[in-house]
């Protein structure tokens, strides 16, 4: 029995991002602030253990419980940060989800210059599952490149690329659209590297004007306009779910 409770037992930053109070740097700041309680007693280390479905936690001496599980897709804009907020003053994706919105954490990153799908959770758990290279999940992005593509880039891109002393390459690349100075490729990762996209080009000496991601896993963009957002629906989470765990057992 002793070891069944233990089992359960999760550090206390931990235990206040699973239950979607916030994430797991801001349960970090605020404990270390001296503004969370466990049991009645203020806490400053976030590893303490706590035992979620008995020990009692409270911020700021509001009692924490389980929030209900909220799954956002937002149409990111370009020139806008993914972060709560920016110390240079930048605007960030939460400035599209009003002030009264509960707080959610953006799953993985769009970098400043990127647009389109991103996905906004508090269910730290699933998040840590999309964001996952190892879940193979594939995310597919429009990418419009400053040079007439050939057939030769897109193998180019699958064989891989070694940028940075690792080896980057796409799932899929295939050329869109040609015009007379530029090219639009639909790209597919299912790994997920920082900056992998606008790294690969870089390696080929060819710069990215537009990167916009339209699809993860069986989700895609659609028409949700530029800067809107609304909830996934019960078959597009159920979908997700379900193309992850199929990714993880091939």
């Known amino acids: 029995m002793k070891r069944s409770d233990e089992s359960r037992q999760v550090g206390l930053a931990r235990a206040l991002s699973k239950l979607g109070y916030c994430s797991r740097s801001q349960a970090e700041k605020l404990i270390r602030a001296g503004r969370v309680r466990l049991n009645g007693v203020t806490r400053r280390d976030p590893e303490t253990p706590v035992h979620m479905e ?21 149409n990111k804009p370009r020139g806008v940060v993914t972060t709560a907020s920016d ?8 400035s599209f989800l009003g002030e009264k919105a509960p707080w959610v954490g953006p799953v993985g990153r769009l970098d400043k210059a990127s647009e389109g799908l991103l996905l906004l959770t508090n269910d730290s758990e699933w998040a ?10 594939d995310k597919i992005y429009h990418v419009q490149v400053d040079t007439r593509s050939f057939i030769l880039l897109c193998d180019t891109l699958q064989r891989g690329v070694l940028a940075d002393g690792e080896v980057l390459r796409a799932k899929q690349a295939r050329v869109l659209r040609e015009g007379e100075k530029n090219t639009w490729l639909e790209i597919t990762l299912d790994e997920g590297r920082n900056r992998q996209i ?8 060819i710069e990215v004007l537009r990167l916009i991601r339209v699809a993860v896993g069986p989700l895609a963009l659609g028409n949700l306009a530029k800067g809107q957002s609304r909830l996934l629906s019960t078959a597009e989470k159920a979908a997700l ?5 199929i990714a993880q057992e091939k």
């Open 241 to 245: 779910d379900q193309a992850m765990n």
């Open 54 to 74: 008995r020990d009692r936690m409270e911020v700021d001496g509001d009692a924490v419980r389980a929030e209900a599980m909220i799954y956002l897709m937002l």
């Open 198 to 205: 606008r790294r690969m080009m870089e390696r080929q000496g």
């Open 87 to 94: 110390e240079k003053g930048r605007k960030t994706v939460y």
């Open 128 to 137: 840590a599952r999309i964001s996952d290279p190892g879940s193979h999940l």
